[in-house]
């Protein structure tokens, strides 16, 4: 059924479709109208879930991490400086490898305060140890949502599902909500590997000496070295899996086909922007407009950011001049982080295009796309840079 | 849908006695139980044992007189703070070993 909604209410629809059985949110802005749908959704019957109230985040996630660890299908959804406050458990939930689904509303992090968006607060949770999933449109926010759970019960690692606060988040778009029956088909039952058990008392997470050493009934148990580095091995194992559920989606809703990037007019493209979010979307028409110019130019929005799909991002690349990245975040003091995490997927082969960064939009700087076209097309004539360091577009100093 | 083959390294244990290691090694001081002043010893009834009730490791057995595991005592000094008659006295490890040794 095809519905003109809002970027939130797809979110909380993909939610309720995922049969979500627990959910505990606290608002905030721009995420606060998509934890309201929920409440609604549970409060009419339509959903049959315990949706728990929190006094914060943290709390938020906490609940979360319970839930899930009795076996429970659980959900969250934060923005910005909400994120920061879940921080520990958001890391917790990932050593304890629990399939939490977020939804990261991107919004730009204070001080100064800012509601509006840029992508500092996911990015700045790349290293927890998350899947992170960024959509660029309603269809991409619905559709992702529900993937998301069925990746993360399958590797047993949380995902976040970010999105673009307002851009996203407060825009309407028309959209196709899929049928609940292939929804069920898609999604079965969250059967957890193990659940909490009040018959069978169990410590989960306590805490682990440097070194492996024997339980209580004398077993080898892992160390933090090992359950960590498994974390790791699963992360890496899960671009896999990312892509067979793409594939079984594809199957069943007839959409997809871009698990880890989406790719417009990069095929013959000799100079590619890349980024994240629904920035990408907005760039076809820069590279409509550069094509008409004559400059082969390409556009690729990142769909997976974490773990990093190296392989498929530098077969994108391989045949490209040049490369330009555009980022609503920095690492500040260094460079942009998907800047830095391209170069180095780039070394190790024999493809060395030109690599420019680009920051821009930063606390809902508005982004021009006149700017754009002019960036990108300077970017690529000028070819390659002397200097490493981002520039920065639309500052006014 | 979990695919066994992921999350094969967890930490989840079962309660019990030394669930994190041999905790003894952490001691500095070690208790000590004077059976000449303990309720239970002095007494030969099953009384008192808040060495037992307090022991955060459950290393103190509920026994005459009570005896402790030091290859899980921690050295925590619960037991002797809570002990009424101070029947429990913290003794340096370091001297001794030295005197073991
Ligand atoms: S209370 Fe502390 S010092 Fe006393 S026996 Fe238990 S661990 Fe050892
Ligand atoms: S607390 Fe003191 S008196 Fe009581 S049983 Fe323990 S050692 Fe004996």
Redesign the pocket.
């Known amino acids: 059924m095809h519905i003109i909604e809002s970027g939130n209410v797809a979110a909380a629809s993909g939610v309720k479709l995922a049969r979500a059985q627990v959910i505990a949110a606290y608002p905030i802005t721009p995420q606060t109208p998509l934890t309201e749908k929920l409440s609604e959704f549970v409060d009419a019957g339509e959903m049959q879930a315990e949706y728990i109230p929190v006094e914060s985040e943290h709390s938020a996630l906490a609940v979360c991490i319970a839930a899930s660890s009795t076996g429970a299908r659980a959900f969250t959804a934060t923005s910005a400086n909400g994120l920061l406050y879940m921080v520990e458990q958001v890391h917790w939930a990932a050593g304890a490898r629990l399939p939490i689904v977020m939804c990261v509303v991107n919004r730009g992090i204070g001080a100064p305060w800012t509601v509006w968006n840029d992508h500092q607060d996911s990015i700045s949770q790349r290293d927890a140890g998350w899947i992170q999933l960024y959509a660029c449109d309603h269809q991409q926010i619905i559709d992702t949502v529900i993937q998301a759970f069925l990746l993360a019960e399958t590797v047993s690692i949380p995902v976040m599902v970010c999105y673009d606060g307002y851009l996203l988040s407060h825009t309407y778009m028309p959209f196709d909500v899929p049928d609940p029956d292939k929804v069920d088909e898609f999604l079965p039952a969250f059967k957890p590997a193990y659940a909490l058990d009040p018959k069978q008392p169990a410590n989960l997470n306590t805490v682990t000496l440097p070194d492996i050493r024997p339980d209580v009934r004398g077993n080898l148990a892992p160390g933090y070295m090992e359950i960590r580095h498994n974390l790791h091995v699963d992360l890496r194992r899960a671009i896999d899996k990312v892509a067979e559920i793409d594939a079984r989606f594809q199957k069943i809703f007839n959409r997809g086909g871009h698990p880890f990037i989406e790719p417009y007019c990069c095929e013959d493209a000799d100079f590619i922007a890349v980024c994240l979010g629904s920035l990408s979307y907005q760039l076809r028409d820069v590279v409509d407009e550069l094509r008409e110019e004559g400059l082969k130019a390409g556009v690729a929005g990142l769909r997976l950011y974490r773990p990093f799909p190296e392989q498929a991002m530098v077969e994108l690349l391989a045949k490209a001049k040049g490369v330009v990245v555009f980022e609503k975040a920095l690492s500040y003091g260094n460079q942009g982080a998907l800047f830095t995490d391209i170069k180095a997927a780039l070394y190790p082969g024999p493809a060395r295009p030109f690599v420019k960064n680009f920051i821009l939009g930063l606390g809902g700087r508005e982004i021009k796309t006149a700017d754009l076209l002019k960036t990108f097309r300077e970017a690529c004539t000028q070819g390659p840079a002397s200097i490493d360091t981002p520039q920065w577009i639309g500052l006014k100093l | 849908m979990s695919d066994a083959t992921f999350a094969c390294k967890k930490s989840h244990s079962e309660p019990g006695p030394g669930d994190a290691g041999k905790t003894g090694s952490w001691r500095v001081l070690r ?1 000590i139980i004077n059976v000449n002043l303990c309720i239970p010893a002095k007494t030969n009834k099953m009384a008192c044992f808040n ?1 037992w009730l ?4 459950g ?2 057995t509920r026994t005459i007189p009570p005896t ?1 595991n030091y290859e899980y ?8 703070e809570e002990c009424p008659v101070a029947a429990i006295q913290m003794v340096e490890e370091t001297k001794l070993i030295k005197k073991e040794k």
């Not at chain 2, 307090?54 to 490791?57: E, I, L, T």
């Open positions: 208790p060495c307090y022991c955060p490791d290393v103190v402790i005592c921690k050295g925590c000094e619960i037991c002797a």
